[in-house]
Nanobody
């Protein structure tokens, strides 16, 4: 069982930056691939970025590639999402998720086993 707690969301102007953190409980954090998803009002939840358990591989949605960076610190049981050049369309609730299955980074939410409660990111124009 893994519990995930996101933090770092807030209100920022377009062009600004935020860094989200997701702290995980448990000793097995290093075995999980981790993902960030987001859900805007009236829209379905969508994949943003993922990182493998080994920390060797990352994957990004086209909409954030070059602006967002996912990273993890297994010693601290934490995964991060650095968001730069933010746009109003990045406004959403951001969730981190853990995938306990081995294999490539999944971009579908049903592949993930554990979820945080979400943190709101609002980008003003």
């Amino acid at each position: 069982q893994v519990q995930l707690v996101e933090s770092g969301g807030g209100l920022v102007q377009a062009g600004g930056s935020l860094r989200l953190s997701c702290a995980a409980s448990g000793r097995t954090f290093g075995y999980y691939a981790m993902g960030w998803f987001r859900q805007a009002p009236g829209k379905e939840r969508e994949f943003v970025a993922g990182i493998s358990a080994s920390n060797r591989n990352t994957h990004y949605a086209d909409s954030v590639k070059g602006r967002f960076t996912i990273s993890r610190d297994n010693a601290k049981n934490t995964v991060y999402l650095a968001m730069n050049s933010l746009k109003p369309e990045d406004t959403a609730v951001y969730y981190c998720a853990a995938d306990r299955h081995l294999g490539s980074i999944s971009v579908v939410d049903f592949a993930y086993d554990y979820w945080g409660q979400g943190t709101q990111v609002t980008v003003s124009s």
